[in-house]
């Protein structure tokens, strides 16, 4: 069973950055499309970005050219690096794979505020 740490988050002002990470306890990141979710308050878990083993990136149009997804196979680490913040920003965010889910983790908050 693999597990995720995800980590990183915090409070930011709007136009702010931001690097998440999510550390996998197995090898899992060479072996399937793995993704970041986000959940606002009130509203279901959205996926908005993605990488396939063969580095294939994909992004909701609400990030796109903003976020940056990227791993570490070596490291079992994902990461997302989170450019020019906006409020609608704000939720949990967390990583799974994409084609079933593994047990969640418990996500890393990022709040965008001024």
């Known amino acids: 069973q693999v597990q995720f740490v995800e980590s990183g988050g915090g409070l930011v002002q709007p136009g702010g950055s931001l690097r998440l990470s999510c550390a996998a306890s197995g090898s899992i990141f060479s072996a399937y499309a793995v993704a970041w979710y986000r959940q606002a308050p009130g509203k279901q878990r959205e996926l908005v970005a993605s990488i396939t083993p063969g580095g294939t990136t994909n992004y909701i149009e609400a990030v796109k050219g903003r976020f940056t997804i990227s791993r570490d196979n070596a490291k079992n680490t994902l990461y997302l690096q989170m450019n020019s913040l906006k409020p609608e920003d704000t939720a949990l965010y967390y990583c799974?794979?994409?084609?079933?889910?593994?047990?969640w983790g418990q996500g890393t908050q990022v709040t965008v505020s001024s």
């Open positions: 799974n794979v994409i084609v079933f889910h593994y047990p």
